[in-house]
C-alpha cells in the first residue's frame, strides 16, 4: 500500500514524495508520517484485511475510496477468464502427473539394488532433480 498524491496517483511511494518535496524537511530521513503527508497532500488510505479468494480468481488492489470520511484501501476480486482457468487447470494436472510419476520412479528405485550415487545419477537423468 502507499500514499494517495494530491493528482491522484495511488500508490506511491516515499521516494516519490521526496522527489516532488526537496524543500520540505522530514523529521526522519528514513520514514514519513501520516501528518508530514497530509502536510504536503499525500494521504495513506487505512488498510483492509485483504479478501479471501478462490483458486480461480485474482485479488488487486485499486485506488482507496473515502468510506464515511475516512480514505480506505479498496481490493477488488475478478474471476478468472475461460483462458486463465484452462491454463490453470492444465498446469495444476501437469503438476498432479508429475508428482505422480515421480513417487513411482521412488518407489521403483527403493525396490533396486542400487547406491545412492546410482540414485541419484539415476534422478538428474529424469530431471527429478537438480
Known amino acids: 500500500m502507499g500514499w494517495l498524491t494530491p493528482d491522484g496517483e495511488y500508490p506511491a511511494h516515499d521516494g516519490l514524495m521526496r ?38 480468481q485474482h485479488v488487486n488492489e485499486d485506488a482507496p475510496v473515502e468510506v464515511d470520511g475516512v480514505l480506505t484501501q479498496v481490493w477488488v476480486v475478478t474471476d478468472f477468464t475461460a483462458e486463465e482457468t484452462s491454463a490453470h487447470d492444465t498446469a495444476k494436472a501437469t503438476h498432479t502427473a508429475n508428482q505422480e510419476a515421480e513417487v513411482a520412479v521412488e518407489a521403483t528405485l527403493d525396490g533396486m539394488d542400487l547406491t545412492e550415487e546410482q540414485r541419484i545419477h539415476i534422478r538428474q537423468q529424469l530431471n527429478l532433480v537438480s
Not at 518535496?21 to 487505512?46: K, M, R, S
Request: hydrophobic fraction near 35%; glycine fraction near 6%; avoid cysteine.
Open 19 to 56: 522527489q516532488r518535496h526537496p524543500e520540505y524537511a522530514f523529521a526522519d530521513p528514513n520514514t514519513i508520517t501520516a501528518e508530514e503527508g497530509a502536510a504536503l497532500g499525500w494521504f495513506l488510505p487505512v488498510e483492509v484485511e485483504r479478501p479471501a479468494q478462490t483458486e480461480y
